[in-house]
């Protein structure tokens, strides 16, 4: 795998030694010998995955995809939060998965469900969600020790044309975000083709949250803007696995937090809408470790 990017005489040196550059093989005449793992943890903070690693994170999407598919079907007008999160929890558990919301860093609850102007990390309470509205559900799942991170965005009952342009246009985000996955692009490329495909449709992209390395724990390098100038960021190579995870909202981009220091509401109260895959990076291009299936939704923008 070559080397995708210019290398500063005072970076690290990309052979690993721990070196600068300019003090190790910058002198050398021979080709470059890359160890790209030591590189990626070195200079970025990343751990490329093996191919052992990428097959239990596939697993752990399998869990993640099949619970949303149990939960899709338990969606219906007068459902609270609250029972969406014991059914993500429960079967979670009996598939030999850990709900990994739970606990991370006080969050008090298995999943995040986030109704209409709640952006993200919703704690599931007693909320009935009603028809018409649309509620997103973002299911993180620990097995074997390996994480996937997936979030849908769900209709309840009937939607307004607007609520269901939006989740069309957000769903569409997602798509051109993780086209220009593939090793060459960098990160910044992923949040380039989101916010001019967002905004050109005028609504607006969510800034405070991100994307985020995913695997072997739940939040790792790199950090996956959803906005942002192209060529910026992390060269993309094989082997890193993240999410790609925007959130698009129909009004202003600005949010507030509720005193339980979790809840990301939308400042003017508009709704937002999102959707989240974990990916690997691949040598042609990406592939989903969370795919979803798209039956039913809208096609059209
Ligand atoms: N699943 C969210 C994400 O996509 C993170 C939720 S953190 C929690 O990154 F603590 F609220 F679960
Ligand atoms: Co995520
Ligand atoms: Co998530």
């Not at 097959?55 to 219906?76: D, F, N, S, Y």
């Not at 599931?124 to 390996?146: A, K």
């Not at 769903?171 to 083709?193: C, F, H, Q, Y």
């Not at 950090?223 to 094989?238: A, D, E, S």
Request: glycine share 10%; charged share 20%; proline share 6%.
């Amino acid at each position: 795998m070559q080397l995708l990017m210019k290398i500063g005489r005072n970076d690290p040196c990309p052979c690993g030694s721990g070196k600068k550059y300019k003090k190790c093989c910058a002198s050398r005449k021979e080709p470059l010998k890359v160890d790209l793992n030591k590189y990626y943890q070195q200079t970025y903070g990343i751990r490329l995955k093996s191919k052992e690693q990428i097959e239990g994170i596939r697993k752990a999407g399998q869990l993640v995809m099949e619970t949303h598919q149990m939960v899709a079907e338990h969606l219906k007008p007068g459902i609270t939060t609250d029972a969406v999160n014991e059914l993500v929890h429960h079967h979670t558990l009996k598939n030999g998965g850990i709900p990994a919301p739970l606990n991370y860093r006080g969050f008090p609850k298995s999943v995040c469900v986030s109704p209409n102007e709640v952006i993200c990390h919703g704690i599931p309470g007693d909320r009935v969600l009603m028809d018409g509205d649309i509620v997103n559900v973002d299911i993180t799942t620990i097995l074997d020790g390996y994480y996937a991170d997936a979030n849908y965005t769900y209709f309840i009952g009937t939607p307004s044309p607007e609520a269901k342009r939006l989740v069309a246009v957000t769903l569409e985000s997602l798509r051109r975000g993780l086209a220009m996955v593939k090793p060459g692009n960098t990160t910044g490329d992923i949040g380039w083709a989101i916010q001019r495909y967002a905004e050109g449709e005028g609504y607006s992209v969510v800034r405070e949250f991100v994307g985020h390395g995913v695997g072997l724990e739940f939040h790792e390098g790199p950090q996956i803007l959803h906005f942002g100038k192209k060529g910026t960021g992390v060269p993309l190579v094989p082997g890193m696995t993240f999410t790609v995870e925007p959130m698009i909202n129909l009004g202003k981009k600005d949010l507030y937090i509720l005193e339980d220091q979790w809840t990301a509401v939308t400042r003017d109260g508009r709704l937002s809408a999102q959707f989240e895959q974990t990916i690997v990076v691949t040598e042609e291009g990406y592939e989903s470790l969370t795919p979803f299936s798209l039956e039913g939704f809208v096609q059209a923008v």
